[in-house]
């Protein structure tokens, strides 16, 4: 088993940043890939960004891209999610998540993640 707790989440200005923090329990962490997944009022689950078990390869979906950063810390059991130059529209509940999977190529599938974070509302507006 794995936990994950998800904060950081808050309300900031167009244009401003954030940054979200994941803390893992349970079972290594640095077995997992982690990722963050976000969902807004009414939309489905979308894919935000993934770290390979190392924190060496990273996938970004092309909405975030140059905006959002993943990164990992395996001695504190923590990924982050670093946010700027925010977008109403990335207005979401974000959770992270995390995979067995090491294959950036698969990190955009949910279906693949074990384990959810409890979420946390990030609100940009405009």
């Known amino acids: 088993q794995v936990q994950l707790v998800d904060s950081g989440g808050g309300l900031v200005q167009t244009g401003g940043s954030l940054r979200l923090s994941c803390a893992a329990s349970?079972?290594?962490?640095?077995?997992?890939?982690m990722g963050w997944f976000r969902q807004a009022p009414g939309k489905g689950r979308e894919f935000v960004a993934a770290?390979?078990?190392?924190?060496?390869?990273?996938n970004v979906a092309d909405s975030v891209k140059g905006r959002f950063t993943i990164s990992r810390d395996n001695a504190k059991n923590t990924v982050y999610l670093q946010m700027d130059s925010l977008k109403p529209e990335d207005t979401a509940v974000y959770y992270c998540?995390?995979?067995?999977?090491?294959?950036?190529?698969?990190?955009?599938?949910?279906?693949?993640?074990?384990?959810w974070g409890q979420g946390t509302q990030v609100t940009v507006s405009s």
């Open positions: 998540a995390a995979t067995p999977q090491n294959y950036p190529a698969l990190w955009g599938s949910r279906i693949l993640y074990d384990y």
């Open positions: 349970g079972r290594t962490f640095s077995t997992y890939a």
């Open positions: 770290i390979s078990r190392t924190g060496g390869s990273t």
